[in-house]
């Protein structure tokens, strides 16, 4: 009785679709899907369940050896990076635009963000050292003098193109471009979520603006040959990085 009840409601769709448009043929034609992606993609054995380690809050110090204080030391997060620039397994991560720094909460909240929103399959890897470099501060309403303050938390300084986390499995990259558009939203400086083919087109389109570029007056033209008395206003910076980097 379900078979034919189930029967006569679809034939009578048919007939009410034969009325409105005129005659309905089903037809099977047919279908071709192409095959998934293959990826021979090896999780390292140092990923631990595949999630984000926790990293310290604060260094290790021998016991004989007294926490040191630092300066702000700015030439650490200033230029671009030249040798953590690159992702090692070729699939997917999140790069710094700009040079910053990066604190206890800030590593928290990436490890958050993979753990819970990244597919079981993906490993991630921490591609920047636990906050080591300490930075000073003096309580509210103190008297000038006295010595450098105490140490109040600790940082990682990052420059730009450095690769902040990796990640990777065997999946695309529009599996995981939200997750990673979302830790790079959250970070304290401007970053960006990229695969392998993403930071390939960025570096292709960099060399071909160079290498097409009709105009003879560039910035490291003009800085190089003080065009104009340039060195009077340019900051020092700009005579190693020619206005790409601050």
């Keep these: 009785m379900l078979a034919q ?7 009578t769709g048919i007939k009410s679709i034969n009325n409105m448009y005129g005659y309905c043929i089903p037809v ?11 990826y021979d993609v090896e999780a ?12 310290p ?35 997917y991560g999140v ?3 700009i040079g910053g720094r990066l604190r ?10 993979c753990g819970k929103k990244l597919p079981h399959s993906a490993f991630s890897l921490w591609r920047i050292d636990p906050p080591w470099q300490p930075v000073t501060r003096r309580g509210h309403g103190v008297r000038m003098g006295g010595g450098k303050g105490s140490i109040d938390h600790y940082v990682t300084p990052v420059k730009a193109g450095r690769v902040i986390i990796e990640v990777g499995g065997p999946f695309e990259y529009e599996e995981v471009r939200k997750v990673l558009e979302e830790i790079a939203h959250k970070l304290p400086f401007k970053a960006m979520a990229v695969s392998q083919e993403i930071l390939d087109q960025m570096h292709e389109d960099e060399r071909y603006i160079e290498e097409s ?34």
């Design 104 to 113: 206890y909460g800030h590593t928290e909240m990436v490890r958050w963000t």
């Design 28 to 38: 099977a034609g047919l279908k071709y899907f192409r095959p998934p992606v293959k």
């Design 95 to 97: 790069i710094a635009l």
């Design 57 to 91: 809050k604060v260094p290790t110090y021998p016991p004989q050896l007294k926490p040191f204080k630092m300066q702000r030391k700015l030439k650490l997060m200033r230029g671009p990076e030249l040798v953590l620039n690159k992702l090692l397994h070729k699939q």
């Design 44 to 55: 390292p054995p140092d990923t631990r369940g595949h999630k984000l380690p926790i990293l």
């Design 213 to 246: 570029n009709q105009n003879p007056y560039t910035w490291k033209y003009m800085i190089q040959n003080n065009i104009g008395g340039c060195h009077q206003w340019i900051a020092p910076v700009d005579k190693y990085w020619y206005n790409k980097h601050r």
């Design 5 to 11: 009840s189930l029967l006569s409601k679809c034939l």
